[in-house]
């Protein structure tokens, strides 16, 4: 199929913002650099690397919902996520980490104090299922792409449908469901989820007898052999994951006021569908609402693949601009800049052994040469 004149013009477009960015940072680089931690020199070889990211790639890959891929290609990513599960570790930062899958889950357990509520919070975690996608293909020869799980869909069929009924949590070829229903005390219940209904291991599907190893916490030193958890919460879900907290988030014009919105703060004080996707599936007990390792529940990709999303549809709005525009605070919840100050595109990410340190301009575009990815 010829490209359509949208793809054109928004390569043409990309291009242009890269000479753009590529001005910009020569601009910042002639003014001294003030004694803050975070402004490396930068020097040719990484301009051209912030440039370059941002040139479009010609075949970007498409990442699609869950819900329209075949039963088959559904298998292959699971299967895939399996097969990562039974490969041996190689992070030596993550005492805790037995296999590949646990490598990722470690990553995010030991940054995780590092990369929430902060500026880069967006681009680390795209630059993380980057990684993880690649991992999938690469050692485990996945052909597909990282697919995403639009919740707003599905919470648009409740009540009439249960969380259970969703093609992602189907037994036969999604992820399984929610675990047995476990007491607690309502002490135990400091996060007030009051609507959770299950908090036992989960019970059909793929991941039935996957052995996760990092956490529960900020432990990632003590394996901890354990089970997959689910505590679907539906009302925490169905309140927080809906078009309306879309809409209020993605009004916000700059990167700074956008991404402060789509964090939001935590409790619920303020609709928030990054919350509603981990609490609404991980409630009170399950993996998904264990904020280190929400990664051991193989739905957070999918998850967080949506959230990337809104960022892209939200750039798409604006693009050149937008994908130059980054900010919020380098350190967690410092947003009057207390602590420190806020990120720029040369602000580094890393992801320990798992991939190379980048800086943020690397990955502001996902229609660049090392991204390469759109979403249908
Ligand atoms: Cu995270």
Redesign the pocket.
């Given at each position: 199929m010829a490209p359509s004149r949208n793809g054109v013009q928004g390569r043409f477009l990309a291009l242009l913002a890269s000479l753009f960015l590529l001005a910009a940072v020569t601009t910042a680089a002639a003014i001294p650099a003030p004694a803050a931690d975070q402004s490396p020199a930068l020097d040719t070889r990484s301009l051209f690397n912030i440039a370059l990211p941002i040139l479009p790639c010609f075949k970007p890959t498409v990442r699609k919902e869950w819900s329209k891929l075949t039963s088959k290609e559904k298998k292959a990513y699971t299967a895939a996520v399996m097969c990562l599960a039974n490969k041996p570790s190689i992070a030596k930062s993550i005492p805790a980490a037995v296999h590949r899958y646990d490598d990722f889950t470690g990553v995010?357990n030991m940054q995780?104090p590092d990369?929430?509520f902060v500026g880069h919070?967006l681009p680390?975690?795209r630059y993380?299922l980057w990684a993880y996608e690649k991992a999938l293909k690469e050692e485990c020869g996945y052909k597909g792409t990282q697919p995403y799980w639009d919740w707003t869909k599905d919470a648009e069929t409740m009540p009439g449908k249960s969380m259970s009924q969703f093609d992602i949590f189907s037994g036969v070829d999604g992820f399984g469901g929610n675990g047995p229903w476990v007491e607690t005390t309502p002490e135990q219940n400091w996060m007030g989820i009051n609507d959770r209904t299950g908090g036992g291991c989960v019970t059909d599907g793929p991941f039935v007898n996957m052995t996760l190893n990092v956490g529960p916490g900020a432990d990632y030193s003590t394996r901890n052999p354990h089970c997959l958890i689910r505590d679907f919460a539906p009302e925490k879900f169905k309140d927080n994951v809906g078009q309306d907290t879309i809409n209020e988030v993605i009004q916000h014009k700059k990167y700074e006021d956008f991404a402060w919105r789509l964090e939001g703060l935590p409790g619920w004080s303020m609709k928030n569908f990054h919350g509603g996707g981990h609490f609404g599936v991980g409630g009170l007990l399950g993996s998904m609402g264990d904020?280190n390792n929400?990664?051991n529940d193989p739905v957070f990709y999918l998850h967080?693949a949506n959230i990337d999303r809104i960022w892209t549809q939200w750039q798409e709005k604006n693009l050149i601009p937008r994908i130059l525009d980054m900010g919020g605070p380098i350190k967690a919840f410092d947003y009057s800049n207390q602590r420190a100050g806020n990120v720029t595109l040369a602000f580094k990410i890393g992801l320990n052994e798992l991939a190379p340190e980048i800086p943020i301009a690397a990955v502001m575009y996902t229609r660049g040469p090392m991204l390469c990815y759109k979403y249908e």
């Open positions: 995010h995780t990369i929430h919070f680390w975690h993380y904020s929400s990664p967080h």
